[in-house]
């Protein structure tokens, strides 16, 4: 069974897209960074690797896509309660994200937003009610 989610994502500018990443929460591994790549754990069990586009290219043959364009992934994170997501998004956008590329959704029992990083890639800011599951 996986223990780990790991990401690999390339970025045009690896400086801007750490401190995005960092604003949404991540922690930096400098045991994994480097000038071609930055290492983040989003949380224990999520990592998140930022690679130049050079570096990327290392790993595939197939072209690099552009996610301001076409929707590649939409990845959710969530977290413990409703002001928590706005708070999130507001660290993110101040970072340089994107505030809302997607609408809001306020479902009472869910609340989600989403933000957009400075290569286009979207992620989902999420809470859900705990009981209404029950």
Do not use: C
Not at 9 to 21: G, M
Not at 53 to 71: C, L, M, N, V
Not at 95 to 118: I, K, S, T, W
């Amino acid at each position: 069974m996986p223990r780990m989610i790991l990401l690999n994502l390339p970025v045009r500018d690896l400086a801007a897209s750490t401190a995005f990443y960092v604003a949404l929460g991540g922690t930096v591994n400098p045991q994994f960074s480097g000038e071609n790549s930055t290492s983040l754990m989003v949380t224990d069990a999520i990592g998140v690797m930022l690679l130049t586009h050079e570096h990327y290219r290392q790993f595939t043959k197939r072209p690099i896509g552009d996610p301001r364009r076409d929707s590649q992934v939409l990845i959710a994170l969530t977290v413990d309660d409703r002001d928590a997501v706005d708070a999130t998004l507001t660290r993110a956008v101040a970072a340089g994200g994107r505030a809302d590329p997607n609408p809001a959704q306020d479902l009472g029992f869910m609340y989600n937003r989403h933000v957009e990083d400075p290569d286009g890639y979207v992620w989902e800011i999420v809470w859900m009610n705990p009981s209404a599951s029950t």
